[in-house]
């Protein structure tokens, strides 16, 4: 039986990851941050999930989710990791704090990093272990490609994450480990849910930002709304660790002619039509 290694497993993607790899013959551990979340997913999932209980942030407890999966591959390659933990920190540039800047970089860009290291020995860079090289796919965001008013942290987490995907996948050749991105668009998961929208919009006062970010928090509920289903993008994981040559990048958008054609437009004219869509300049 093959396994997978998936960050992030409480909730939305992850978890929806985690219930199609184990529908497909899979064994999947997967990390949380509390036990308790651990022991709700064991109970849907059954004896093929194993948790793991760590914050990507915490080095010392991803090394040791990983020693714990090394005992139990018993010297064979772990089949995929999927890097898909993540947070939004949401908010002007100007007002967010460096503690809201550096908590978005330690979980989206750190975290991966973290768990890339901890587990490539598993993943075959360790040429002794049996079996086929792993897969890493890490789980990114069109926000990756498009920088948004409001959405600073999280545009330079997912920039961030495609430059060091990019330069992975050319490091790990020599080891046959392939790396590849997903990067969806609005996805039907509770990433949203977990912001207080009244008290960010009440925390920027009487400042210039507050209408148009108001504005940006309807757009992203809305385009929430009308996303993909988790299980566009779990199944996009399953095929490509089933896949010899999968590409290296694949982008799931429900807005894809939009913002196909806003990250094809001249750099100023892009500027204006967000802006102006924004309420941050009149029409």
Do not use: C
């Given at each position: 039986?093959?396994?997978?290694?998936v960050?992030?497993?409480?909730?939305?993607?992850?978890?929806?990851?985690?219930?199609?790899?184990?529908?497909?013959?899979?064994?999947?551990?997967?990390?949380?941050?509390?036990?308790?979340?651990?022991e709700?997913v064991?109970?849907?999932?059954?004896?093929?999930?194993?948790?793991?209980?760590?914050?990507?942030?915490?080095?010392?407890?991803?090394?040791?989710?990983?020693?714990?999966?090394?005992?139990?591959?018993?010297g064979?390659?772990?089949?995929?990791l999927?890097?898909?933990?993540?947070?939004?920190?949401?908010?002007?540039?100007?007002?967010?704090s460096?503690?809201?800047?550096q908590?978005?970089?330690?979980?989206?860009?750190?975290?991966?990093?973290?768990?890339?290291?901890?587990?490539?020995d598993l993943?075959?860079?360790?040429?002794?272990?049996?079996?086929?090289?792993?897969?890493?796919?890490?789980?990114?965001?069109?926000?990756?490609?498009?920088?948004m008013?409001?959405?600073?942290?999280?545009n330079?987490?997912?920039?961030?994450?495609?430059?060091f995907?990019?330069?992975?996948?050319?490091?790990l050749?020599?080891f046959?480990i392939?790396?590849v991105?997903?990067?969806p668009g609005?996805?039907k998961?509770?990433i949203w849910?977990?912001?207080d929208?009244?008290?960010l919009?009440?925390?920027?006062?009487n400042?210039?930002?507050a209408?148009?970010?108001?504005?940006?928090?309807?757009?992203?509920q809305?385009?929430?709304e009308?996303?993909?289903?988790?299980?566009?993008?779990?199944?996009?994981v399953?095929?490509?660790l089933?896949?010899?040559k999968p590409?290296?990048h694949?982008?799931?958008?429900?807005?894809?002619m939009?913002?196909g054609?806003?990250?094809?437009?001249?750099?100023?004219?892009?500027?204006?039509m967000?802006a102006?869509?924004?309420?941050?300049?009149?029409?």
């Amino acid at each position: 039986m093959k396994s997978v290694v998936v960050t992030g497993v409480s909730s939305g993607i992850g978890r929806q990851i985690a219930r199609d790899l184990i529908a497909q013959g899979y064994r999947v551990f997967g990390s949380v941050r509390k036990a308790a979340d651990g022991e709700d997913v064991a109970a849907e999932l059954g004896a093929q999930f194993t948790p793991l209980i760590f914050d990507v942030t915490d080095r010392a407890a991803v090394d040791a989710a990983a020693a714990q999966v090394d005992a139990e591959l018993k010297g064979e390659k772990l089949a995929g990791l999927v890097n898909n933990a993540g947070i939004a920190v949401i908010g002007p540039i100007q007002n967010l704090s460096p503690e809201q800047f550096q908590t978005q970089f330690d979980v989206n860009l750190m975290g991966v990093f973290h768990a890339t290291q901890a587990f490539l020995d598993l993943l075959g860079a360790d040429t002794s272990r049996t079996g086929e090289a792993g897969k890493i796919i890490n789980i990114s965001s069109i926000s990756g490609a498009i920088g948004m008013p409001f959405m600073g942290a999280y545009n330079m987490s997912k920039f961030g994450l495609e430059g060091f995907s990019e330069a992975l996948r050319r490091e790990l050749i020599m080891f046959g480990i392939d790396v590849v991105v997903v990067a969806p668009g609005p996805v039907k998961t509770p990433i949203w849910e977990k912001f207080d929208n009244a008290a960010l919009i009440k925390s920027l006062g009487n400042s210039a930002f507050a209408k148009p970010l108001a504005r940006m928090l309807g757009f992203s509920q809305a385009m929430e709304e009308s996303g993909y289903e988790p299980d566009v993008i779990s199944h996009r994981v399953l095929d490509i660790l089933r896949s010899h040559k999968p590409k290296t990048h694949y982008t799931h958008d429900a807005q894809w002619m939009q913002n196909g054609l806003l990250a094809r437009l001249p750099k100023r004219m892009a500027d204006k039509m967000i802006a102006k869509q924004m309420g941050l300049i009149k029409k």
